[in-house]
């Protein structure tokens, strides 16, 4: 049995090496039961590889990994029963109908017949799924998928579910609705460990954060923790005429006396500010001192602005993830 | 409909109550869970109907097109041509038939639901078994449907409905061991296609290097030595023995070593390979 009081995830030097490719490289965590954390970090950081060694999928070649209380090397059946994970590609049968799929879970649950299509229904009419129930799965939108992958992972009501980026390829909409039924996922008791690539969705949704590059935590903390280390706010700036780009970052990083950086897009800038409100008078100071601007914004940090701020290099989203699978 | 989603405090409501605690039932054991997994093996062929057409129209186009091609020059007539071909027709379709199991795996795990079914609390293996046991409805309707067209072009079966129900069953076992060379290749290379290139590769000489079409006297002696030994024309032989209502206890025996043999050494490697990380 567990003990109510075991951390849900506790890890000790984890590391998970596929060749000479180190993809979870000593990570250590420590996730309270009944709270949403998060793992930020771009493609091929080791965020799926972390959450499939804890899911039992994937065995450590080093360090220590307890999931509600269990080893997940010595007692992976005990792990199993506690815990679901919706991973990153759909992990629904796309041929059968959302109902199917229910059913099809919930009987090797251990539901029997009428109590697993009982269960089923009960689950797609909570999810809003009850009129494509018997549609095929192939027929369903991207967020209707989305809802029927979680809901496939609360047949049993887990203790601890892993969700693999729940929201990537999401519109707006479906994102809202996936981060309600988390927060409603926990509020019942449960722990939810998710990974994105988004640090709003981390904000929006998580107690701690772990950034994660390389395999390894290069930060950890409150969504205000970190922050504070990116800076509060960041203002985009896009200039009429790119040419003059070099002398508006220079002459911004001098107004400011804070970090600017070139964006992707040729004619912009990205500066971090420590207070958002100076971003107007940032604004009206390039304009003033005749760069003409064609675009601004302020905004939170994206998660290449975080990682900027924390490594002094832009996420890598490479090409070669080492995330088990391609 | 996603569209017209319904107040959110309801919804709200009513996922609480879904996800709200309850006595969990212990989760399937090996045979629930077979079972669970050959019933979703039945509901993609309900879904998707036009999966057995192949194994439909294949084996007509075959019966149909051999008899009346070879069947004066090579019998004398259609009609004898089509007591001796018949039950050769027969394990050909049975046999490729087999390599479905290897597709279905494959197909599994290049997508999501392989990590789904893996981290379920029951028995590991549980997928394969049920996808083969699925199958096995596949090769029965396979030799269901050239029985059917054979009676249709005046074929008899001297043994009867006896007869012909223990050809099925044969069938069915051997198709079933052999499935397991094809689920190992499909554990081994990376597309669902390739799994059937390689699969008619290794089918396409073992059912025409044998006495499926033609008898193999006047086939060179080297020939007639590798169809001796080929377990499909063993397979065929037994076929014939049963349907003719010939004493076929030896040949059913000898058609038995090659699926026992292949279950024997692919069974563990599918086993392994499919317990392996990936």
Redesign the interface.
Known sequence: MTTPSSPAVETHGLTKTFGDKRAVDGVDLHIRRGSIFGLLGPNGAGKTTTV?LL?????PSAGTARVLGHDVTAEP?LV??R???T???????????GR?NLV??A??????GR?ARARAD??L????LA??AGR?VRTY?G??RRRLDIA?S?I??PDLLFLDEPTTGLDPR?RGRVW??VR??V????TVLLTTQYLEEADQLCERIAVIDHGRVIAEGTSAELKASVGRGVLHVRLADPLVRPAALRFLAGHLGEPVHAADDPAGLTAQLSDPARAASAVAALASSGFRLSDFSLGQPSLDEVFFALTGHPAETAADNGE??G | ??AD??P?RD??A?????????P?????GVV??VL?FA??AL??IK??PEQLFDVVVTPIMFTVLFTYLFGGALAGSTDAYLQFLLPGILVQSVVFTSVYSGLTLNTDIS???Y??F?????WSLSPVLGTMAGDVIRYTVSSVIVFLIGFAMGYRAEAGIVGIVAVILLLDLFAAGLSWVFTTLALLVRTPSTVMTLGWMVLMPLTFASNVFVDPATMPPWLQTIVAYNPVALLVTAARAILDGAPAAGPVMAALIAPVVVTAVFGPVTMMLYRR??
Not at chain 1, 87 to 97: I, N
Not at chain 2, 24 to 28: E, L, T, Y
Not at chain 2, 118 to 122: D, Q, T
Request: proline letters at 5%; glycine letters at 6%.
């Open positions: 499939r899911a039992t999928l994937l065995r059946h199993r029963r815990v679901s994970l991973g990153q590609f759909a992990s629904v049968d796309e041929d059968l109908t199917e099809l879970l009987r090797l649950l251990g539901f029997a109590a009960e689950l009419a909570a999810f809003d009129d494509a095929q939108s967020g209707m496939a609360l049993s009501t479906s309600d039924i409603l996922l509020d019942g008791g449960a088990g699978r | 409909m996603s989603t319904p959110v919804v709200d009513a996922i609480r109550e879904a996800l709200s605690p309850r969990q039932p212990k989760p399937a629930t869970a669970t019933w979703r509901l993609k879904h998707m997508k999501g639901i990590d789904r893996r981290s379920l609390p029951v990380e990936r």
